[in-house]
């Protein structure tokens, strides 16, 4: 005889449509928490579906038709385009004006500068496997490079001379000028992190293998005049009044549910465990 096991999390319903728990499961990836909180990525899986299937209920109420769009290579699902849908039919947005985006310009203008420019040299040792993540042995030399040009910072070129597994081992390492999107994330943000003359404290991994970065040279953006950032001031302040909107038609829609299995007050939403 079987005993009857309670399950571990309770079902979860809306308006009497019920979210199956393999759903929910599926839907756990998504929302990765610290630590080990199973609960609460539950939680917060099992709330994202709650408010997918009460904007796709409301969608249906109102006899919502949307085709799906592609942008590049994503094209939408038929929800994701019955919810665009529902949004773009439910929400009205005022445009912004000029006052309003000028002064948000007026707060700070030093936040608003063209990008960067770095002048940077590397040592890059590449993985002797080729795999993408370089192997212990490549790590350690990595290692003891990078102690010896920060040692010995005009060495830098002699030991990229002899060291590097890249093209730019030739010319000691420099790799010209590097803008912000020139190179991968990971490069890029210890780029961010130096000052000129300084020599990264541990080697940089990336899908190319281990780098020692320097950076020779740095300019800082200048900061743009009104008329060239007032377009992108004006598009982020209409996407926050957008947001903002879109937040409390679903809150009303929540207001209004029958939701069951799980708490969609917002304090419970944040409360972390």
């Given at each position: 005889?079987t005993?009857?096991?309670?399950?571990?999390?309770p079902?979860v319903?809306?308006?009497?449509e019920?979210?199956?728990?393999?759903?929910?499961a599926?839907?756990?990836?998504?929302h990765?928490?610290?630590g080990?909180?199973?609960?609460?990525?539950?939680?917060?899986?099992?709330?994202?579906?709650?408010?997918?299937?009460?904007?796709?209920?409301?969608?249906?109420r109102r006899g919502?038709?949307?085709?799906p769009?592609r942008?590049g290579?994503?094209?939408?699902?038929?929800?994701?385009?019955l919810i665009?849908?529902?949004l773009?039919?439910?929400l009205?947005?005022?445009?912004?004006?000029y006052?309003e985006?000028?002064?948000?310009?007026e707060?700070?203008?030093?936040?608003?500068?063209?990008?960067?420019?770095?002048?940077?040299?590397?040592i890059?040792?590449?993985?002797?496997s080729?795999?993408?993540?370089?192997?212990?042995?490549?790590?350690k030399?990595a290692l003891?490079?990078t102690?010896e040009?920060?040692?010995?910072?005009?060495?830098?070129p002699?030991l990229?001379?002899?060291?590097?597994?890249?093209e730019?081992?030739?010319s000691?390492?420099?790799?010209?000028?590097?803008?912000?999107?020139?190179?991968?994330?990971?490069?890029?943000?210890?780029?961010?992190s130096?000052?000129?003359g300084?020599?990264?404290?541990?080697?940089?991994s990336?899908?190319y293998?281990?780098?020692?970065?320097?950076?020779?040279a740095?300019?800082?953006?200048?900061v743009?005049?009104?008329?060239?950032?007032m377009q992108k001031?004006?598009?982020?302040?209409?996407?926050a009044?957008w947001?903002?909107?879109?937040?409390?038609?679903?809150g009303?829609?929540?207001?209004?549910?029958?939701?069951?299995g799980?708490?969609?007050?917002?304090?419970?939403r944040?409360q972390?465990?």
């Amino acid at each position: 005889m079987t005993a009857n096991r309670t399950p571990l999390f309770p079902e979860v319903a809306v308006n009497g449509e019920r979210i199956p728990p393999q759903a929910i499961a599926a839907e756990v990836q998504n929302h990765p928490v610290a630590g080990v909180k199973p609960g609460l990525a539950w939680r917060r899986a099992a709330g994202a579906l709650a408010i997918k299937t009460l904007l796709l209920q409301e969608a249906a109420r109102r006899g919502v038709k949307a085709e799906p769009q592609r942008s590049g290579r994503n094209v939408e699902t038929e929800e994701e385009a019955l919810i665009r849908g529902l949004l773009e039919d439910a929400l009205t947005v005022e445009p912004v004006g000029y006052g309003e985006v000028r002064a948000e310009w007026e707060r700070d203008p030093t936040r608003f500068r063209a990008p960067p420019l770095w002048e940077v040299s590397h040592i890059l040792f590449r993985n002797e496997s080729r795999q993408t993540t370089a192997s212990p042995s490549t790590a350690k030399f990595a290692l003891e490079v990078t102690g010896e040009a920060r040692s010995n910072p005009e060495r830098f070129p002699e030991l990229a001379r002899r060291h590097s597994d890249c093209e730019s081992a030739r010319s000691g390492g420099r790799l010209g000028q590097i803008r912000p999107g020139d190179t991968v994330p990971e490069f890029e943000a210890a780029l961010r992190s130096l000052e000129k003359g300084e020599i990264t404290a541990t080697p940089v991994s990336t899908r190319y293998g281990w780098h020692v970065i320097k950076i020779d040279a740095s300019e800082q953006g200048r900061v743009l005049p009104f008329a060239a950032v007032m377009q992108k001031i004006s598009d982020a302040l209409e996407k926050a009044a957008w947001t903002r909107s879109a937040k409390e038609f679903v809150g009303q829609l929540v207001a209004a549910a029958h939701i069951e299995g799980i708490d969609m007050s917002s304090d419970s939403r944040t409360q972390q465990t």
